[in-house]
């Protein structure tokens, strides 16, 4: 048994009633009358009148309250010595928001003091990453805290007192078995065991709880990358690789990529307005058949529909996209080398835009701006997503992010996206471009993408094997440029804008701080306009020739600006790939993990959450002289204390209790009053 806290003064706890509840039930909810009573008070005792002192203690309103005990009526006279009155109803929407803290394993980002880690760390030295698929860690409260699964981020940079400062390097392993001290990674290491010696860290992805107190910090999102082709290279029917799309864990969400849009075009009035950035700021529009990749983040986790009331809020949620709350929204990826933003600061930032936009269903008897998105921006205000609000999700589609996301892709940084042109066959002045032989040819689609790698020979691109693997190689652009013939025949070129690769370094010992590479590769694919990619029908073009590697590494500034023609002769004297892939073992067929496994999102997000509560407001109207007779027998003892009001009930035209209304001590009936009795829907 239950009773209101006193201290709540004048406040009115309303609940609706087991009749009520089956009166909606049966689509009959009507409220015609009310009552007002006194029965939870006892005059013999009015000095406890929650002024002076504490007041009389008043029940919780029951699910099973069928009356009031004693009603007052309305006057003494026989004709008006009823004890009902009529109701004012009124509605309206009340927004009760939630402003959550930084969800994952750093803080949100902050321009003083950067970002804080939120999880166990612990520091190895750099000579741990020696090309194997193995690393040892102190024992210590990391060890302790990890588990076969669980996700771990190795930065190159050390960590100054638990803070995230400046842009580094990055690798995020999954743990496939603890033995000891060792850990055993999913892949292998890069080998850095030449370098100096350094501490650097280890970090358990997804927020770890460092003390009692949940409140600075919230778990981290879950991340599902979701690949509905598999990335260039990889055979899904061949024997030998494990790759079909079915085995890509988050490819369950596939149902999801078509709900938004991201599938077919078909399926929505109009494209659902994705575009992506190259290195020269052209902005281009992508197709839903165009988008063979999408990064979803989510939250909370799935729900148990038996327990629903794990949920944030008693009612469906959402996230608040009003000026506070696109305001406040914020994605932080801590370690991330995001090429298309220069900053000084660690990481990259994204945003919430400030516009509504609808996805709008082709479908008859459907319902134009129902569902609604804001755009996803990054610090330029380049868009790079979606954020569904009511659906709680976000949406990351360019391409390219979600290559980095993506951990099995081996690589943390972006890559440019180079702008694609034809040029004249006989562009490269040489036997190479053969007027007679353009690439490309009317009523044929070019799609060019490329590859660098580093200490890997070309046989491990084309089903060979991978000497002196060194772990720096990572997935190829995972944007592909394309370039539709027209009545003029001609060949294919690709260039990079003058900014692009601003994290390309040169030599191992400047891997702290971006990554290196000393083979250049062209991808190209050509198809029937309108026919889709074959993840097998690429051909790989070895440029590296065209650059200056003589240092050992590839300079980012020779690909800068510099066109790179691809002539049919380049084309079709070219390697069909089969693993353009970071595996050191491509032939392995029992290859663990694939790509688009569910992970922890490697980073913090900040949202308010919102709930909108449809209120109906019944106004109990209490002129002076009215309602002011007690049937409560211990009534003629109250001496000189006004009346008191202990609930209010609302009832239908049967005089059926459908809402009891309780007061948290108390109320005086004194002159002419109103008591509203509100009830959230």
Known sequence: MSFLLENNSENIAARITHKGRQKIAQGNFNISYFQIGDSEFDYGFSEFDGDVNRAQKVLMPMDKDNQVKYPYKVSESTLTGTTYGTPIQSSYTQTVKNQMNPAGFVSQYIAINESTIESLYDAIDISELDGTSSIDIPSGDLLTGLSVDDFITIPLSALGAGTVTGKTTSFVYRITGITSNTLELDRSTPDLSSLTPRAIPVIKNGYYPLSESHCDQLDSWTLNVVWSQNPAGLDPSSASVDEKLSGYTSNV??????????????????????????????????????????AILRYPRDVDIYNVHNLGFKYEDYLDSTTDGSSYFEIFIPYILYDRVSTSHAGAEFFM????????????????????????????????????????????????????????????????????????????????????????????????????????????????????????????????????????????????????????????????????????????????????????NWYLMDYTSELDVSSGFINPQDLRGTRFIISNYDFTTADPPQYVLPDPDPTDTSTSPEFGDEQPFPGSVSVIRATDLEVMNYFINLPSGYFEVSQNPTEPLRGSYPLRITEVALLDSNKEVLVMAKTSSPIPRVGSQVVAVKIDI
């Not at 009035?269 to 992506?276: A, D, E, M, V, Y």
């Not at 129902?370 to 569904?388: A, E, P």
């Open 353 to 536: 835009g400030t516009d509504d936009y609808y996805i709008n269903s082709s479908a008859t008897d459907t319902r134009n701006n129902q569902m609604v998105y804001r755009r996803l921006l990054d610090q330029d205000s380049n868009v790079v997503g979606k954020i569904f609000v009511n659906q709680k999700l976000i949406v990351f589609d360019d391409q390219e992010i979600i290559a980095a996301l993506d951990y099995k892709s081996n690589r943390r940084h972006t890559l440019p996206i180079p702008r694609i042109s034809s040029v004249p066959v006989d562009s490269k002045c040489d036997v190479l471009g053969n007027v007679g032989s353009p690439l490309l040819e009317s009523g044929y689609t070019v799609y060019v993408t490329y590859l660098l790698t580093y200490d890997l020979p070309t046989s491990a691109l084309t089903g060979g094997t991978s000497s002196g693997f060194t772990g720096l190689t990572g997935l190829h652009c995972n944007y592909y440029s394309k370039i539709t013939g027209g009545t003029n025949e001609a060949d294919v070129s690709i260039t990079f804008g003058d900014d692009a690769f601003q994290f390309m370094v040169t030599g191992l010992t400047n891997t702290m701080n971006g990554y290196v590479a000393d083979k250049f590769y062209i991808l190209a694919q050509k198809r029937l306009t309108g026919q889709p990619l074959d993840p097998t």
């Open 253 to 294: 969400f596939v149902s999801t990529k078509e709900y938004f849009g991201y599938n077919t075009s078909s399926g929505q009035i109009t494209n659902t307005g994705t575009t992506i950035t190259n290195s020269l700021g052209d902005v281009i529009t992508v197709s839903p058949e165009e988008q063979h990749s999408l």
